[in-house]
């Protein structure tokens, strides 16, 4: 390849998720020519739609946290139409599995207090508890505290074994992690509850596709869809059809395990965690409040339960309206020697203990698996010293290199973009690797 050849090419994004879109975003602010390529027939990664039946189907539970910072750099939530969950969630009673509570912020809701009293879940030790954390949340504990220290050890240094923890906490805990161990490091803890203190969980009014969307309408460079990578260096990425695309440099945006394949990172053990999920269709309101439920893991795969159309309408079709027609989200753990198969039929088991005979009425709408939902190696332990130039003039991102979150994702593409043009004029970076951004 000629030098001017090198000196002409683009840079390359593979990778259409969420970090491949952000640094597109931020390489059009620097000037830097790009080509992006996907290897699907979308754009979003882990984030997305579906329409089914007319109905908009996330793919999996999702949500959106306003106060992520990225978010509020790069996205226009106004155009989002972010229509937010309750500011609370529901929890299981203790004797009976069809007995749940709700759980309220009480900054929001003022007899949250009095609520949460009177249900007996919790006494002067929960609240104590509860309180240890608000001191762990600050940043002179978070440098005294191990970034990998393991969350159910932190819970424990803290005194965290009594009943608001074993009931409320930790089941939310593992609905957000995909995980019963807690194994997921006390620094992401620290950055879920404070942005879950900072603002509220919303979804976008026409489903989570609409913030790939956003800013794929952002961004001015070329996006080739359909464009498998097979293997990439300094100056050229080849395509699975036997084509190449010359390269500047290369921005690899795809997820953890083709990473480690294409880079030869060298990662071993399980990089990341499955989750399965179902969209069900019930006549009957199964939740009172357009909140999550997070059931005891004692009972079974199930993770979250929440009533979607209740905090977005317009997930349902337009003749479904104003009837007696709910669309219900369950996520659940997965199964199987490779952990990428559904638990059917433990799900409807679970879901019957806990609504009843009325769960035979609901249709299942939609059903699934998604392979790599949440990486279980993240942050330095895929890019140690924080740098996400890994190679003479191959850089990486994706939420793996930060925080598993949208905010981590947005965060690391914009990051690899300037790092890009840092390396390019041989300046100081401009990021101290730092996680969250």
């Not at 699907?40 to 999702?62: A, H, P």
Request: charged share 20%; net charge neutral.
């Amino acid at each position: 390849m000629s030098a001017q050849l090198d000196r002409d090419a683009p840079v390359v994004i593979v990778g259409g998720g969420l970090a491949g879109l952000a640094c597109a975003n931020q390489l059009d602010k620097l000037k830097i020519e790009y080509v992006l390529l996907e290897s699907t027939n979308r754009l979003g990664g882990r984030v997305g739609s579906e329409k089914i039946d007319n109905f908009t189907i996330d793919i999996g539970f999702q949500s959106y946290q306003e106060s992520y910072p990225e978010g509020r750099r790069i996205l226009d939530s106004v155009s989002l139409e972010l229509t937010r969950f309750y500011r609370g969630i529901y929890v299981q009673g203790e004797s009976d599995k069809q007995t749940r509570f709700l759980l309220s912020d009480p900054r929001q809701y003022p007899g949250a207090v009095a609520e949460l009293l009177a249900t007996k879940l919790v006494g002067a030790s929960d609240i104590i508890c509860f309180l240890k954390l608000i001191p762990a949340l600050s940043t002179r504990a978070r440098r005294r505290l191990a970034l990998n220290k393991p969350t159910k050890e932190f819970l424990a240094d803290i005194g965290a074994n009594s009943s608001l923890f074993k009931t409320v906490i930790e089941p939310f805990l593992s609905g957000v992690f995909i995980e019963d161990e807690l194994e997921t490091p006390a620094s992401m803890t620290k950055f879920l509850l404070e942005r879950l203190y900072s603002g509220p969980t919303s979804i976008p009014l026409s489903g989570m596709q609409m913030i790939p969307d956003q800013l794929a309408k952002q961004i001015k460079g070329e996006v080739r869809l359909g464009q498998r990578v097979s293997s990439i260096s300094k100056k050229i990425v080849k395509l699975d059809d036997g084509s190449a695309v010359p390269a500047s440099e290369v921005v690899l945006a795809t997820e953890l395990s083709t990473a480690n394949d294409l880079l030869r990172l060298g990662l071993t053990g399980q990089l990341s965690k499955s989750v399965g999920y179902f969209y069900f269709l019930s006549e009957r309101r199964p939740l009172e409040h357009p909140a999550v439920f997070t059931p005891s893991r004692k009972l079974g795969p199930i993770l979250t339960i929440a009533t979607i159309s209740d905090v977005a309408q317009s997930y349902l079709p337009k003749s479904s309206k104003g009837s007696d027609v709910h669309l219900v989200s369950v996520s659940t753990l997965t199964t199987g020697d490779n952990g990428r198969q559904l638990p059917v039929e433990e799900t409807y088991r679970e879901l019957a203990s806990l609504f009843g005979p009325e769960v035979a009425e609901w249709r299942e709408l939609a059903a699934g698996v998604i392979p790599d939902a949440l990486p279980k190696q993240f942050g330095r332990a895929v890019i140690p010293n924080g740098n996400p130039e890994i190679a003479d003039g191959i850089f990486i991102c994706g939420d793996y290199t930060d925080t598993p979150s949208i905010n981590g994702a947005l965060f690391s593409g914009r990051r690899a973009a300037i790092a890009l043009a840092d390396q390019r004029s041989s300046s100081t970076s401009h990021f101290s690797p730092l996680i969250g951004g």
